[in-house]
């Protein structure tokens, strides 16, 4: 019989507590757990690429996840990221190009009107900027109701974000990714919106929703080649959106995935003009 020696115990982070909202102390405890992992493996040049691999490790969080990358995605052909639920499956309304506050097409002489983007996307987005649905709430909140309050009370086209996050986990198309979103008053341009149902200044955000948005955000930063994550009011700083209870998750998932926080990447992209007759969505 071989001699078969012992099996090294590896030092692994804690994966993110599923099931149930996060408490501060779990989540807390979650950050402190990858933290040790970072500084138990940094004394040797072996420990120090222990160290690399198991960051690298924490940082997928989720390893079975392959980007998809799509180096010269267009317009014409946006694959959406996998398991998300198309609008035809929340009901959604098409764009009404009458609504008020973007009206028609944009063109020079209507800046802030509909405007469908042409040329490499990838070129287009850099930052991703995270929302709560409030006044819609976490349980029961749906992509349809946010639409509903878009197009009638703040008078846009359509839902203004491009995902949808419910409390459950399950991730929804929002706004057509060709289409230059409305989220970020004075940022629209390139940046990227994503809302979590709920109002994270009164209640959290279930561990559903974050492990959802760490897999929609590992997906885009590879397909779109994003660098930044932000909340929404690091760019506006007069709203509290996405709320006191989920800030603390951008910062975290912000390390986890490789990407820089805050506005830093927010560039106006030089966007083509809008392309005649551009009625995609
Ligand atoms: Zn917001």
Redesign the pocket.
């Known amino acids: 019989m071989r001699n078969v020696p012992p099996r090294r115990t590896r030092q692994r982070p804690t994966a993110m507590p599923v099931g149930k909202p996060l408490s501060r102390r779990e989540m807390l405890a979650w950050l402190v757990s990858l933290s040790a992992v970072a500084a138990g493996g940094a004394c040797s040049i072996g420990g120090l690429l222990a160290f690399l691999a198991r960051r690298a490790e924490s940082a997928a969080l989720i390893p079975t996840i392959t980007p998809q990358l799509t180096p010269n995605l267009t317009p014409t052909v946006p694959p959406l990221p996998p398991d998300v639920i198309p609008r035809s499956a929340w009901n959604a309304l098409p764009p009404d190009h009458t609504a008020a506050e973007e009206f028609g097409f944009a063109s020079a002489e209507n800046p802030t009107g509909w405007f469908v983007y042409s040329g490499d996307l990838a070129a287009i987005y850099t930052t991703a900027v995270i ?2 649905s409030f006044p819609i709430l976490r349980d029961g909140g749906t992509m349809r109701a946010l639409q509903d309050i878009h197009r009638n009370t703040r008078q846009w086209a359509d839902i203004g974000y491009h995902f949808g996050i419910d409390g459950a986990g399950k991730v929804y198309e929002g706004r057509d990714i060709r289409v230059r979103g409305a ?1 970020v008053a004075g940022y629209n341009t390139g940046s990227l919106g994503i809302v979590l149902m709920g109002n994270f200044e009164q209640e959290a955000p279930s561990s559903a929703q974050v492990v959802a948005l760490q897999r929609l955000l590992y997906w885009l930063k590879g397909a779109y080649r994003l660098t930044h994550l932000a909340g ?1 009011y690091e760019f506006n700083p007069t ?1 509290v ?2 709320g006191r209870n989920m800030r603390p998750y951008i910062g975290i998932l912000t390390e986890s995935l490789g990407l820089q926080r805050g506005t830093g990447g927010y560039v106006p992209p030089k966007v083509q003009s809008q392309p005649v007759g551009a009625t995609c969505c």
């Open positions: 929302h709560h989220s929404h709203t959106c996405p």
